[in-house]
């Protein structure tokens, strides 16, 4: 009997301990809620992508999902956009890692198990960066969702009920997208750089993520307590990706009311526009949030006019494209022959943003030109990074863009005044005149140079206008939309301007069925002279099939000005190839990726790839030491220069160019001295050249441009017993002259002095005898004997200097956005100067001095030399647009500057003459 009766209570207990299990898993089911959410991938009028839920407009940021740990998420995706979307929610287990392709439809299934802030957005190679992302947030399932910190020091647990508003702050390239979440849930849209509210002791939570480069997030006044613990906080470093921060405070608490800043801590990010206003009001007080720019609002084509309204510019590493509206495609498509995706129209009071979503590299966002008057103009930033940049415009006209990195970037944004005839290209209450970075002010947009700015603008940012010498004809078309300028051109002043179509005749600009005979016709022949060796460019722009990213390098072989061979690197998507130089034994070509942070050894011989190494960001030029073949690297993104020591494939260490803690130099196209003991940079952030120990330590800084803003010294040739130092200010539009030794200025050579810019009239305003121009010089090498500095402008000038007098002998035409310059030897004695383009598809070649006589006036052209690709051509890939195009770098082998011609391998040497092999003499 107590046998059954202890089987029997057993019997009890268990079915008790299986009822108590039953109702603990059914309560937990019940618990753990399934929620469904439709969401549309929307393009806006802006281009901008976002996320729509269920039937509203889309936002960005995209709605906020708020759910306790334990539930399900359940996602549709329907993409309505002409790009692939996805859902992806780091941090949470997704069922499903496919995008939606445009029209179609996804699913995606999440599950809510840890709580915290998470990123969702549309996992499409940094388009997402265009507005595709918001936020899930999930809260404890029961109990306080957070703490704050109290007037006394005491920490108060908060819950759900307790909040009176929640924002959501999305900090992306380096402008806050915002959402404001009231008390009952509503959720409205702040749009891009808001100032946010709030009233004395409301309970403030605060969600801040970021996607993409990592941030610092700062609040003024406030303090909050650091996630799960009782460390006390006002400032968040967020990480690269995504990365979210959730924080509660009580408005005002222990300061009162009061206009708070809120930004990233990054100086540069701040210059960019990454800060707001969290405005606390007394109690009594509404505590309103005041909205931001809206992709909706008032801008070409807005859909709600009476909205401060927003453009967005992304930077590409696309040739033409690197500032280019997403809703470019459909500008161009407008009836008014609009051939550029780089040009943008807002209304005053709206804003242009920035963001860096489709590039390797790194940049600055700097304005070129301004409407007079403007502002808060120039706008500018201290250091190139990743990231992005907004600003308001107010003030009527045309604003340019620029990196000042990779100083060709264009981008403009026309801000109208509805009142007026025509799209603004001046400011109206100033006589339609615009300002230069360069401290030109109150120039006339009637003017030449203002006229040739434009022309500069849509050619580089249109490849229809580009010159391809296969075509065998140059057509150029401006826009017919009506502009504004200060009167006729060229130089006119007309009291309230006239309005025009770009395309006017008046204008000259369009171009008609322009001749443009093939290289090696009997119209523009090839050479009569061999060179020596091969001739390697940087066809920086030409796309082939077999990566995404452009650029490849184009071989010429100097016996027959044949294309040899390209070399495009598909295995690694070559970026934007820019410049090289050889190894000692000519063996090894050395190649930067400007937009980009590698450095590519080539095999010279058979063009294969040998080594892709990370040197660092946005790498411009390469120099070996000529005493030991190490390589020098001008890091152009950053303040240094990196060393490779010869023979591997590592950076040992980096050269500063600038002291700690001072403003980053930006070294651009440095040369090496003859004996390899000295480096010299043009810093292009400092508006100095540097010289620099081989192995360390600064010997000198010397201001260049005659310490005009914005000078932007960008190239150096040195005389080939390092006497002197020749450095090309691009926006200054000069040529300093320096002390090798010393770095001592001795002369400022004015490459537009015979230049009005008013009328665009020529003459001998210097009197030296020689009428001669060279806008927006670039590369500046002096020839291996010494003679002459030759000139690449990109304003279509080559300009010869004569290194004896320091004086301007000659100007020799150029192709539009003249670039590289570089000196080889020439077959039988002498040199040629081979100097590309990047917006024509050939080689210039020049002989300075044709008859060997010393006397450098009489330089000519020798001829030219097609870079696109032919059925002879040996290819890593195929080329498959733009062929030829984007001319910047060149490297003649053998290697002939003196230094380093002394160091080459017989069978180099043996081609050369005496005076080339030994060309200082001594």
């Not at 019997?11 to 439709?38: E, Q």
């Not at 803690?661 to 043009?682: E, F, R």
Request: glycine share 10%.
């Amino acid at each position: 009997m107590n046998e059954q009766i202890i089987r029997f209570n057993k019997r009890i207990a268990a079915m008790a301990i299986y009822i108590l299990f039953a109702i603990a898993l059914s309560s937990s089911m019940a618990m753990a809620a399934v929620h469904s959410f439709s969401f549309t991938a929307k393009t806006l009028p802006n281009g901008q992508l976002g996320y729509a839920m269920g039937a509203a407009e889309a936002v960005i940021p995209g709605q906020a999902v708020f759910v306790k740990q334990g539930d399900t998420i359940q996602v549709t995706l329907t993409n309505t956009t002409a790009v692939d979307v996805g859902f992806n929610v780091p941090g949470l287990v997704n069922s499903n890692a496919a995008k939606a392709k445009p029209g179609e439809t996804q699913s995606y299934t999440l599950h809510a198990n840890k709580t915290g802030t998470y990123v969702y957005h549309g996992d499409n190679n940094g388009k997402e960066l265009l507005g595709l992302f918001g936020a899930i947030i999930v809260d404890k399932k029961n109990g306080p969702i957070d703490s704050f910190l109290d007037d006394n020091g005491s920490i108060v647990p908060v819950t759900q009920a307790d909040l009176d508003k929640q924002f959501v702050l999305f900090m992306v390239g380096s402008t806050f997208w915002g959402t404001e979440i009231a008390a009952d849930g509503a959720q409205k849209p702040l749009w891009a750089a808001p100032d946010l509210g709030a009233v004395e002791n409301d309970l403030v939570r605060f969600h801040v993520l970021s996607a993409g480069p990592g941030h610092t997030f700062h609040l003024h006044a406030h303090r909050w307590l650091k996630t799960d613990t009782a460390t006390v906080i006002d400032t968040k470093l967020l990480g690269d990706g995504t990365d979210t921060h959730s924080f509660t405070i009580k408005a005002g608490s222990g300061v009162g009311p009061g206009d708070w800043q809120f930004h990233c801590h990054l100086i540069a990010h701040m210059e960019a526009g990454m800060h707001g206003s969290f405005r606390v009001d007394p109690a009594g007080g509404d505590g309103h949030s005041v909205v931001g720019a809206s992709p909706y609002g008032n801008i070409l084509l807005g859909a709600r006019p009476s909205e401060p309204g927003l453009v967005t510019l992304e930077v590409s590493d696309e040739p033409a494209s690197w500032f280019r509206s997403p809703r470019g495609d459909a500008i161009v498509g407008l009836p008014f022959d609009i051939k550029t995706k780089s040009l943008e129209v807002i209304y005053p009071g709206s804003s242009v943003n920035f963001i860096m979503s489709d590039t390797h590299g790194v940049h600055t966002i700097s304005t070129l030109l301004w409407p007079t008057g403007a502002h808060h103009m120039p706008f500018d930033q201290s250091a190139a990074y990743r990231g992005g940049g907004i600003v308001k415009l107010t003030t009527p006209g045309l604003y340019v863009f620029t990196c000042k990195v990779h100083p060709y970037m264009f981008g403009a944004v026309i801000v109208d005044d509805p009142e007026t005839e025509g799209l603004d290209l001046g400011n109206p209450a100033m006589d339609y005149k615009i300002d230069l970075v360069t401290g030109i002010s109150g120039l006339p947009t009637s003017s030449d140079l203002a006229v040739r700015l434009l022309k500069t603008f849509f050619i580089a940012t249109s490849p229809a206008n580009w010159q391809d010498y296969s075509a065998g004809v140059w057509n150029v078309r401006f826009p017919t939309l009506p502009v504004r300028i200060s009167g006729l051109p060229y130089g006119g002043i007309t009291d309230g301007g006239i309005a025009a179509p770009l395309s006017d005749d008046s204008l000259k600009l369009n171009i008609y069925n322009a001749p443009l005979p093939l290289p090696g016709s009997i119209e523009t022949p090839h050479p009569t002279t061999p060179g020596v060796g091969e001739v390697w460019i940087n066809t920086q722009f030409e796309k082939t099939a077999g990566k995404y990213k452009p650029g490849t390098t184009t071989v010429i072989d100097t016996a027959n000005w044949t294309v040899k061979r390209k070399v495009a690197l598909p295995e690694i998507n070559n970026n934007n190839p820019h410049n090289m130089w050889p190894s000692r034994d000519q063996s090894l070509i050395y190649q930067t990726q400007w937009f980009d942070t590698k450095l590519s050894i080539i095999d010279r011989e058979t063009g294969a790839l040998i080594q892709n190494i990370k040197v660092g960001d946005t790498p411009s030029h390469v120099v070996t030491l000529p005493s030991n073949d190490d390589l020098t690297i001008a890091i152009n993104g950053e303040n240094g220069i990196a060393i490779i020591p010869a023979g591997t494939f590592n950076v040992s260490k980096m050269l500063p160019t600038q002291a700690h803690g001072h403003t980053s130099a930006n070294p651009h196209g440095h040369w090496v001295s003859a004996d390899g003991t000295k480096i010299v940079t043009p810093n292009i952030n400092t508006n100095d050249i540097g010289i620099y120990g081989a192995t360390g330590g600064i010997h000198a800084r010397t201001p260049t441009g005659n310490n005009a803003p914005g000078a932007h010294p960008i190239a150096i040739g040195m005389m080939p017993d390092s006497s002197k130092i020749y450095a090309a200010n691009l926006l200054h539009h000069s040529l300093s002259v320096l002390d090798g030794a010393t770095g001592t200025l001795l002369k400022t050579i004015n490459l537009i002095a015979d230049y009005n810019p008013i009328d665009g009239s020529f003459a001998d305003n210097d009197g030296n005898g020689t009428i001669a121009v060279g806008v927006l010089p670039i590369q500046t090498p002096v020839s291996p004997d010494g003679k002459a500095v030759v000139i690449a402008s990109t304003g279509g000038q080559i300009v010869i200097v004569d290194t004896a007098t320091d004086t301007i002998v000659k100007m020799l035409p150029c192709d539009p956005g003249c670039h590289g310059a570089n000196f080889g030897a020439k077959q039988g004695g002498g040199y040629y100067a081979y100097v590309t383009t990047k917006f024509g598809n050939r080689l210039t070649v020049v002989d300075v001095d044709p008859n060997n006589d010393g006397n450098i006036s009489d330089a000519t052209i020798a001829g030219y030399v097609s870079l696109a690709d032919t059925t002879s051509t040996i290819k890593d890939d195929t080329v498959s647009s733009l062929p030829g195009f984007g001319g910047q770098g060149v490297l003649a082998i053998p290697n002939v500057y003196n230094g380093w011609v002394q160091n080459l391998p017989e069978d180099w040497k043996v081609l050369l003459t005496a005076a080339q092999r030994n060309p200082i003499g001594d």
